[in-house]
């Protein structure tokens, strides 16, 4: 069986760091590390709809911000299929299907969904097409059949939806469906970078984020205006680490190279958090030290964005071809769905013999 990955984002803004430490950095990783035969990279315009169904323009503008922050940070037309998830209009069909195979008090209890209503306030209004996401993020994964998605923590509970809909499916209709397996993050950190202001996690409405696309000086501004330890007023205080949000951008990024160009006296983090812990260092110092890592970690992105911005309608043909690899892709799996739910009526030429003989007869 070939080894395919199935991942993506909403385009409802540019991706910022969270989304990088996150999942950005891994799939590049994956994609390089030739372990995979087929890697789709979707942009998930029909899902961002569900909750911007008003804001139709959000989305639409912001496809093409998405796309430049994917090729920006390494991911590969020639390597991976980048696709729009609207322009497959297979994921649909198999969605209705799918619908068919989960309750809808099983769709109430998901964690997931249950957590993101409630972020959005949509307790005593749900639409429907976002109450259903998980069942049209199943259609998403097994239309490429894929084997892994690499997803945080947050997000399991939706891909054990998936499984469940593909062993369902499976008990029904027969083998068909490849059911997923999840890649969680190696980096614990990377499933929780928090916003710039110390809030649980960095969100483009809490204007909490620093972007892969922000300029040096963007960069520079929102770290030192990180949330520190409000207690450690003067340099000689201790500092706390917990809840600290400098520190905790350092474990998503530094390395002992890092501290080796821009820190020499300390040798790695651990040094630094325990002078900090003690007392003796500054917030700006520390500020400063993450900033040279960042715009360090940041500056080729920023350079090949630059580059790519001035040919857009070379990226908008590369999403067209990923898209036709998709939609080809998926066109393969909803035959052979619609095979083993026996709703192939015109392909199904023994049907078609068989019911003329019963009419002959």
């Known amino acids: 069986m070939d080894k395919i990955i199935l991942t993506g984002d909403r385009p409802t803004g540019k991706l910022h760091l969270g ?46 911000e998405v796309a430049l922050d994917y090729l920006s940070c390494g991911l590969d037309p020639a390597k991976s299929h980048l696709f729009i998830q609207s322009q497959v209009p297979e994921l649909t ?17 998901n964690p997931t969904v249950k957590s993101e209503i409630q972020m959005r306030n949509f307790e005593t209004s749900i639409p429907v097409g976002f109450f259903t996401y998980p069942i049209s993020q199943a259609a998403d994964i097994t239309a490429f059949k894929a084997t892994t998605v690499p997803v945080g923590e947050d997000q399991l509970p939706m891909l054990e939806q998936t499984r469940e809909i593909v062993r369902k499916f499976n008990s029904v209709y027969g083998e068909t469906l490849v059911e997923p397996e999840a890649l969680i993050p ?64 350092l474990d998503a990024f530094a390395t002992d190279e890092h501290f080796a160009e821009f820190l020499p006296e300390y040798k790695n983090l651990d040094e630094l958090k325990a002078h900090y812990q003690r007392g003796g260092l500054g917030d700006m110092k520390v500020k400063r030290f993450l900033n040279a890592v960042l715009q360090q ?28 690899v998709a939609q080809k892709e998926a066109a393969k799996t909803l035959s052979e769905v619609k095979a083993s739910m026996r709703i192939n009526y015109f392909d199904d030429t023994e049907l078609i013999q068989a019911q003329q003989l019963k009419y002959n007869s």
């Open 19 to 64: 989304h990088y430490v996150g999942s950005l950095k891994r799939r590049v990783e994956l994609q390089n590390s030739g372990e995979y035969d087929k890697i789709f990279i979707m942009i998930a315009d029909a899902q961002a709809l569900t909750d911007n169904a008003d804001n139709p323009d959000k989305v639409r503008e912001n496809i093409i």
């Open 93 to 109: 069909e198999l969605s209705f299907y799918y619908m068919n195979l989960v309750t809808v008090s099983r769709l109430q209890r």
């Open 186 to 249: 190696e980096n614990t950190i990377c499933s929780r970078l928090p916003g710039t202001d110390g809030k649980a996690k960095m969100s483009k409405s809490l204007g909490n984020c620093i972007y892969l696309s922000d300029s040096e000086e963007d960069v520079r501004q929102k770290v030192f205006s990180m949330y520190t330890d409000p207690n450690h007023i003067k340099v000689s205080d201790p500092g706390n680490l917990e809840g600290n949000t400098v520190f905790i951008y």
């Open 297 to 324: 970690e940041l500056a080729p992105i920023r350079a090949r964005r630059k580059e790519l911005e001035q040919d857009i309608p070379a990226i908008y043909e590369i999403l067209c071809q990923g898209s036709i």
